[in-house]
């Protein structure tokens, strides 16, 4: 059995039988007889349906939100929005995909050459639990838009929000067996990628998650994107408006709990403006309400598990075991976290060159942009980067020099259907969202007449 445990309450509220090996066959199976009609169906149609799904998730944001919140703590606000935005991702592909993928004339010494973008076929999503309905629609609009078939592996404490997904595409009217929930552990996931019906594979989740995805589509040569973690910076330059990355800078680490892999991570401060950017800082981070998730004027809720706060506790003890200072925060109560700033650190402690899956920020001074460039740079990862100045043309200049999957500038890291999103380093490769992500599961087609 897998289930899904409230991590606020301690309560378990949904069990579901896992699948056996053969059932999972016989659902891929459903899903590659479903595909060969589908792929034959006009843009049209496909867009009619996805808009019918976003009018379904925009009627019931509210139950929704409530099961994700339930499922893995998000305060329930944050938990409404994000399905709002499922619906904003699927509007999109519908009113888009088409002019995406229209063929393309090329001139060349043919009669006529062009390229067509084609679908693949099964494609198979392993999803994580923070962002639990994002994730899976980010992936899914325009992987059906494309004429795919897909079929989810979720995280194991969000099944009851990968059933309902199920749910809203076939109440949208998509084919039964298009879109299938894969009620397996991740020790079954190989088996489902080696299934000679699943053409490509998508990985949002941890480093070791994606090597071991990645490493099985290489021996089945199978195309694979993985949307790994992050370290990001938060830069604010001398010239900054503080006010104004004070408040962003806020979100940009805390919104979610601080369970975000695009969330800012370490905060780097110009060294003359560091003391009045932490005393505005540390003021609205003791404001932030904590509590049940489920009460509309909470931010902070629980982490999705309690060993997930363990393990942010060990990365910060260990750090001020190291010399680091904890501003606030910094006390585990269950699978509580606080909201936490951590001074002094080092390039070697946890805090700063790990990733901290939680709500902990940890700062460091410089005295020169390159210095700045320098330090942010300075990580395995690779996901994304803001940077707060009111010159944005120097900043424009300098965008290039971050190894950076994305450059946001006096904005905080985030994640738009117009935009492609995606990683370098160990952050991950090929992009999700925009015209970009919705080509990663198309077979790009020469054709040529002579």
């Known amino acids: 059995m897998i289930h899904s445990i409230n991590p606020y309450t301690g309560e378990k509220i949904y069990s579901f039988t896992a699948l056996t090996t053969s059932e999972v066959d016989e659902k891929i199976e459903f899903a590659d007889q479903v595909f060969k009609d589908w792929k034959q169906t006009s843009f049209t149609h496909r867009a009619e349906l996805m808009h019918k799904t976003a009018h379904i998730l925009k009627q019931n944001a509210e139950k929704y939100g409530r099961v994700i919140s339930e499922e893995m703590g998000k305060p329930i606000t944050q938990a409404i929005a994000e399905v709002e935005k499922c619906a904003w991702v699927c509007e999109y592909y519908a009113d888009n995909a088409a002019t995406f993928l229209a063929s393309e004339t090329i001139e060349t010494d043919a009669q006529k050459s062009f390229v067509s973008y084609e679908p693949l076929g099964v494609i198979l ?36 929000s990968a059933s309902l997904i199920q749910e809203i595409f076939e109440e949208a009217g998509f084919p039964k067996g298009l879109f299938q929930n894969l009620i397996i552990g991740s020790k079954a996931v190989e088996n489902v990628i080696r299934n000679n019906k699943i053409k490509a594979v998508t990985l949002t989740g941890s480093k070791p998650a994606g090597s071991a995805v990645a490493s099985v589509a290489a021996e089945e040569i199978k195309k694979a994107v993985l949307e790994l973690g992050g370290n990001n910076a938060f830069i604010v330059l001398e010239d900054a408006n503080i006010d104004e990355a004070v408040k962003v800078g806020i979100n940009a680490r805390y919104q979610n709990t ?105 700062v460091k001074t410089f005295k020169t942009t390159e210095e700045a460039i320098e330090i942010s740079n300075n990580s395995e990862f690779g996901l994304g980067v803001s940077l707060f100045t009111e010159n944005t043309d120097e900043a424009l200049k300098i965008a290039p020099r971050f190894n950076e999957g994305a450059v946001f500038i006096n904005e905080l890291v985030k994640s738009d259907p117009r935009l492609p999103f995606g990683g370098v380093k160990t952050s991950g490769f090929g992009r999700e969202l925009s015209s970009f992500g919705i080509k990663e599961f198309v077979n790009i087609k020469t054709v040529y007449v002579k």
């Open 125 to 160: 999503a392993v999803m994580p639990w923070n962002y639990p309905f994002w994730q899976v629609f980010r992936f899914a609009a325009p992987t059906l838009m494309a004429g795919n078939a897909a079929v989810l592996k979720h995280a194991s404490n969000v099944m009851k």
């Open 258 to 362: 601080g369970q975000s892999c695009i969330a800012a991570k370490r905060l780097l401060l110009h060294e003359k403006i560091a003391d009045s950017f932490l005393e505005k800082y540390i003021t609205e981070v003791k404001a932030l309400k904590s509590g049940n998730p489920l009460e509309k004027d909470t931010y902070i809720g629980v982490m999705a598990r309690e060993s997930l706060a363990e393990d942010i506790e060990k990365q910060v003890d260990k750090s001020v075991a190291m010399g680091a200072t904890v501003l606030v925060g910094g006390k585990r109560e269950g699978a509580y976290y606080p909201p936490t700033v951590i001074s002094n650190v080092t390039d070697e402690m946890p805090v700063f060159k790990e990733e901290t899956f939680g709500p902990v920020i940890a």
